[in-house]
């Protein structure tokens, strides 16, 4: 199965930065379309950034200025650079991807990675 690894999480400061990276067991270049996710406690998963293999990553308006989406291709890994954290940044962040090959409708995800905010 095609596995997406997240890491990077963990308890910073406000105001403070991390960055978080997603692993996939198959090429990045397989995916026609890598998204990060998160979700809090009571609330409704959020799409947070998504980035088609065509057209402009969009970000959501909470994060927009703040968070980056980038990649390594020689790494195979993604990544979501997050700057300026308030505590409302706070939850479990997924790394999701589509499958872009030919007669794929599969979409996977990982397991998440938890990022609190909080002095």
């Known amino acids: 199965q095609v596995q997406l690894v997240e890491s990077g999480g963990g308890l910073v400061q406000p105001g403070g930065s991390l960055k978080l990276s997603c692993a996939p067991s198959?090429?990045?270049?397989?995916?026609?379309?890598i998204n990060w996710y998160r979700q809090s406690p009571g609330k409704q998963r959020e799409l947070v950034v998504s980035?088609?293999?065509?057209?402009?990553?969009i970000y959501a308006d909470s994060v927009k200025g703040r968070f980056t989406f980038s990649r390594d291709n020689i790494k195979n890994i993604v990544y979501l650079q997050m700057s300026n954290l308030p505590p409302a940044d706070t939850a479990v962040y997924y790394c999701?991807?589509?499958?872009?090959?030919?007669?794929?409708?599969?979409?996977?995800w990982g397991q998440g990675t938890q990022v609190t905010v909080s002095s």
């Open positions: 999701n991807a589509r499958d872009g090959r030919a007669g794929s409708v599969d979409a996977y």
């Open positions: 198959i090429s990045i270049f397989t995916f026609s379309t």
């Open positions: 980035s088609p293999r065509t057209g402009s990553r």
